[in-house]
């Protein structure tokens, strides 16, 4: 992957918790622009971590990264506040769904427009586009968000992310919960914004088998360590994969070393 090309770069991650626990040993994955990246994992694989450091959210849960760095463009994000990294163009979809329950769907997507200096007429056409993505919202926009499906959560969660119009939105899990039709029309729509708005994509996920139906590139962590990174496509067809990730087979994990 050419140098220029890399949009965000994680070298040698350790990350630990109140400086005791190790979730990150050493992690390193890259990010090319216009590519949609999956980190895959069950669960406390340090997935959630990865993505938190990426955000620099880590010091709000008494997180640290104690060695290696992260880059988004020529950024440091460990020197940036999580809100200017959303201003730089870097945005994350927490694991859950968050959304204002008590606004409507549209207001929660207005206040994801919030942070940029934007005009009214601005945010207008923001709205406009996201919603001929979720045309879903567009029929919802003036309901309660608390009262809405879990998939129209997620999907204004998302909605909203994009309204601080990222070039990096990072997903955690949001396949979490909903049945397998709308985690489909979920990732569809990032391969069309992936595609279309040329969109560059870091998203978590368990279910491993949507995640490298719709990845470029995907790497797998087991107990805090990247164990593998390849090509979706050429990861999909490894047996130890399927076995393991795709439970197709009797399972057993990628490194055996890490079988306990
Ligand atoms: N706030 C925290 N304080 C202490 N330890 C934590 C904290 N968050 C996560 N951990 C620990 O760090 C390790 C990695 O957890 P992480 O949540 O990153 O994994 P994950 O792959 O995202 O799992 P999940 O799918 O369950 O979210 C686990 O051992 C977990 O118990």
Same mark, same amino acid.
């Given at each position: 992957m050419a140098q220029e090309n890399i949009l965000l770069t994680v070298a040698g991650v350790r990350a630990t918790y109140n400086h005791a626990i190790t979730a990150l040993d050493g992690v390193s994955f890259s990010l090319a622009r216009g590519e949609i990246l999956a980190l895959l994992g069950a669960n406390g694989a340090g997935k959630t971590t990865a993505l938190k #450091?990426?955000?620099?959210?880590?010091?709000? =849960?008494?997180?640290?990264? &104690? %060695?290696? %760095?992260?880059?988004?463009? =020529? @950024?440091?994000? $460990?020197?940036?506040?999580p809100a200017n990294l959303v201003r730089a163009g870097l945005v994350q979809v927490l694991e859950g769904r968050h959304c204002f329950r008590s606004l409507t769907v549209e207001e929660n997507l207005v206040s994801g427009g919030l942070g940029r200096s934007s005009s009214r007429a601005e945010i207008a056409e923001d709205l406009e586009k996201i919603y001929t993505y979720f045309p879903r919202l567009k029929e919802k926009r003036r309901a309660l968000s608390g009262l809405t499906s879990g998939g129209e959560q997620q999907m204004t969660a998302i909605a909203r992310a994009l309204m601080s119009r990222p070039r990096l939105l990072v997903l955690d899990e949001p396949s979490m919960g909903l049945a397998p039709i709308i985690v489909q029309n979920i990732f569809r729509t990032l391969r069309r914004l992936n595609r279309e708005e040329g969109l560059s994509?870091? &998203?978590? =996920?368990?279910? %491993?088998? &949507?995640?490298?139906?719709? #990845?470029?590139? #995907? $790497?797998? @962590?087991?107990?805090?360590?990247?164990v593998l990174s390849g090509k979706a496509r050429e990861l999909r067809e490894r047996d130890d994969i399927k076995s393991f990730y795709l439970g197709k087979k009797a399972a057993a994990p990628i490194n055996p070393a890490l079988a306990s």
């Open positions: #450091a990426v955000s620099n959210l880590l010091p709000a =849960e008494r997180g640290q990264i &104690v %060695s290696g %760095s992260i880059r988004f463009d =020529e @950024l440091d994000v $460990t020197r940036i506040s994509i870091l &998203v978590a =996920e368990q279910n %491993s088998a &949507v995640a490298l139906n719709y #990845a470029d590139r #995907a $790497t797998i @962590l087991e107990n805090g360590v990247a």
